[in-house]
Each structure stands twice: as C-alpha cells, then as structure tokens.
C-alpha cells in the first residue's frame, strides 16, 4: 500500500508504469517477448480465483491459498511494473529493497511485507478494457472481447513464467466479480471463489473503511492516486460503486444505509450471473466451521493444513450508525439464501470431487 515513506523516485515509478497508458501497454509487450513458455498450455490447470465485494474476507482467503506455497500471485516485489514480471525481474532483480513487514492500511491486523500477494492484476483489465467498465462515477459490469481475454491468459502465462516452478496462478481481484464469465471462459478449470459476509457487520465494516480512507487520502493525493491506478474504488474519496443496471442510490457514502444497499444489489447480482462453477463461500462459516475450508482445500486439491500460519478471526463490531430495518431485512434474506446455496454446493461439490 502506498504511503509517505515512498520516495520522489518511487513515486515516479509508480506514476510512468500504472498511470500512462502507453508506457503500461509497451511494458506488457516487451515482457511478453521474453516468455517462451506456451499460453495454451496453462489454460486448463486449477488457478484460484477470490472475488467478492471488499472487507467480505477475500484477502485473508487468498493468503490461505497463498500460504500453502502452491501459487504465484502478484506481490509488493512486482510493483510498479506489474504488467512486466519477467522484465522487472530482471531490471531490479525482483525489487530486492525489503519492506519491513507492518500492518495493512486497513487497520484490521494484517501484516505484509514485499512477498504478500496483493490484488494488482487489476492493473491488466483497466489498461486493456477500462472503457468498457470503468465510468467517472461507478463501475458496470461488461464482457470483455476475445482478445482482451487471450491478453489476459497470456499475462498470466507471463506471471508464472517469472517465478517457476509454480504453474498455478491464485487472483485476488474484487471487480473481477464485472467479468466472471471471461474468468471461467479463459480458464475452465479454475476454482472462483465469491466470499460473502453478514450484511450489517460488513456494510459497516465497509462504512469505516471509507470514513478511514477519505481522511488519508484527504492528505495525501499520492495515496489516491495510487489506488485509482490500482482500479481499487471500494472506499475512499475516488470511490465508485459497482452499479448493476439499477438506479443510483438515494444515501450517501458516509451512512451505512448506502453500504447495506450496496451489498444488496452485490449479491443479488452474483446470485443472478455468476458462472455455475463458481461458489458462495461464506466468511463466518469459514471462522466457525472448519469444514468450509477443508473442502476448499479439497477442490483446490491442496493440503488444507498447509495454510495454519494464517489464522481465520471472527469478530463483531459495536453498530454505532443508524440503518433502515427494512434494507436490513432485505440484507439478511439475501444472506440466509446465500449461506445455504454454499453448504449446500460445497458439499455436493467435494463429494464429487
């Protein structure tokens, strides 16, 4: 996560390779000329792919997976060229300047370092196909075209050929759950993963993270920035809510009103148009029910004891902001229906397997 501590060249870096489109573009194609491992190859083969709505769990689950040694995933060592691996590998031997291991700028007790996988693959679809979904005030879903998906499954052909022998790729990306379907039709064998959480805990969670964020950001443009080129519009004062063809909310961002809607018609629309292979996982399921993780493990066909050293924490938050019941209810049917489609899919999912 970016902070005050990036230098004047650190900053540049990050401003030519993610901001200028055609210094993204010209990075992408010369790192693909280094790759002489066939795309086609990789297609079929078991990648993780993690995508809810934010602070719904999805990073700790990816550092589960991650944990298990099995994955390459983008880290804090491919930035700022992220669309490069193989070239940035080379140009500073896989950003060799350590960085300390701290907590996350969330605030929730994640510590990372230079080798924690992060969502940045983001970075491809935005370059690539970022008209087609991104808007000056929100996010659609769309359908990218056939090439923009090729790009996409000879990037991360790209990105396992930086680090071999890993040949499994495991994305943690949130707008990801816009183009589910070119995921599933560029890589058919892959597991996509749609954690959900309570509804009222993670509106509100989603709530502070914005309160959290507007005010960092409010001092430091480089930290906006930063996230715009990231595609991370979750929260903060470029915030741009997914919207799903219905009409533009009525609450503000600063009351947790808008969060729950926004959860609403999330998962109302996962409901709708996630592909049929993928899974609702739900995250207090994850924390109280040791099953859900095992037969995770089990599709993914990994260990499920090899991902111990990322310990699953459930807590509750004290509510302290005014919501309508009646979108609470709403919430809650959804997230009843939810929590049952992913017992009930997990386990006839794993029995098969």
């Known amino acids: 996560m970016a902070d005050q501590h990036y230098s004047y060249l650190d900053r540049l870096l990050h401003r030519l390779a993610l901001h200028y489109r055609p210094i993204a573009e010209v990075s992408f194609d010369l790192d693909q000329s280094l790759v002489q491992s066939d795309p086609a ?3 079929d083969r078991r990648h993780v792919f993690v ?3 934010a602070r719904a769990g999805t990073t700790i689950l990816m550092r589960r997976f991650h944990a298990t040694g099995r994955y390459r995933s983008l880290t804090y060592r491919d930035m700022p060229f992220v669309l490069a ?3 940035w590998h080379k140009l500073s031997q896989m950003s060799r300047r350590n960085i300390e291991r701290a907590e996350r700028a969330h605030g929730d007790g994640l510590l990372v370092d230079a080798d924690s996988p992060e969502s940045l693959d983001e970075v491809f679809w935005r370059i690539f196909s970022g008209d087609d979904y991104i808007e000056s005030d929100r996010l659609r879903p769309y359908a990218p075209d056939g090439e923009v998906i ?14 071999p022998p890993l040949d499994r790729y495991l994305s943690k990306n949130n707008n990801n759950i816009l183009r589910l379907a070119a995921i599933q039709q560029a890589f058919p064998q892959s597991l996509i993963v749609i954690p959900f959480r309570e509804p009222t805990q993670h509106a509100y969670s989603l709530l502070r993270q914005h309160v959290q964020f507007s005010k960092v950001q409010a001092g430091d443009t480089f930290t906006q920035s930063y996230m715009t080129w990231l595609g991370h519009h979750e929260f903060g004062l470029d915030h741009r809510p997914f919207e799903f063809g ?8 600063d009351t947790l009103n808008y969060w729950l809607r926004l959860w609403c018609e999330t998962y109302e629309w996962l409901e709708r148009s996630k592909p049929q292979a993928a899974l609702f996982v739900g995250y207090e399921d994850l924390c109280t029910r040791p099953e859900t993780w095992q037969r995770l493990a089990q599709l993914a066909d990994i260990s499920a004891s090899e991902a111990d050293n990322e310990p699953l924490r459930l807590s509750a938050a004290t509510i302290t902001a005014d919501f309508d019941g009646a979108l609470a209810g709403r919430a809650q049917s959804i997230y009843d229906r939810l929590l049952a489609q992913s017992r009930r899919d997990l386990t006839r999912v794993a029995d098969k397997s």
Do not use: H
């Open 150 to 163: 090729d790009g996409y499954v000879k990037y991360v052909n790209a990105i396992l050929a930086s680090q």
């Open 85 to 87: 691996p193989n070239l």
């Open 246 to 253: 219905s009409d533009a909310s009525v609450y503000k961002a």
């Open 41 to 43: 190859l990789i297609a």
């Open 51 to 53: 995508s809810g709505l």
